[in-house]
């Protein structure tokens, strides 16, 4: 059993060997020039949740923005993330220690009840 999605990365690249039509990868997007901030603002449009597997982060502003959204988030709990997503309510936190198991699992259950939501 799978989910039928696609992953679109934004701020990071991949090795070269790392390739799927489902897998678009966006290396920058700069939020001050108005064609890119509205490119941005159309993936979290097309979005159906945010996901942010950090390892460490102060305060995690793109969190925010999936929100302003409408967006769930899911991240590690680091850092300031717990001071903006509460679980089950804009979205979820793992712990540090999260697998990519872990993380598989989640979103299948969010995409799961997304779904059923409609």
């Known amino acids: 059993m799978g989910i039928d999605a696609e992953l679109v990365m934004v701020g990071s690249k991949l090795p070269d060997e790392v390739r799927s039509d489902k897998l678009t990868v966006i290396p920058y997007l700069n939020k001050n020039n108005p064609q890119q901030r509205q490119q941005l603002n159309e993936?979290?449009?097309?979005?159906?949740?945010?996901?942010?597997?950090?390892?460490?982060?102060?305060?995690?502003?793109?969190?925010?923005?999936a929100n302003a959204f409408g967006r769930p988030a899911l991240a590690t709990d680091v850092g300031g993330i717990s001071t903006i997503i509460e679980n089950g309510k804009n979205g979820y936190r793992l712990p540090l220690s999260a697998t990519g198991n872990d993380y598989a699992n989640l979103i299948t259950q969010v995409a799961s009840y997304l779904s059923m939501s409609g």
Not at 43 to 65: D, S
Request: aromatic share 22%; proline share 4%; hydrophobic share 50%.
């Open 43 to 65: 993936l979290f449009f097309r979005a159906n949740f945010l996901i942010f597997p950090t390892r460490a982060e102060c305060y995690g502003i793109v969190l925010c923005e």
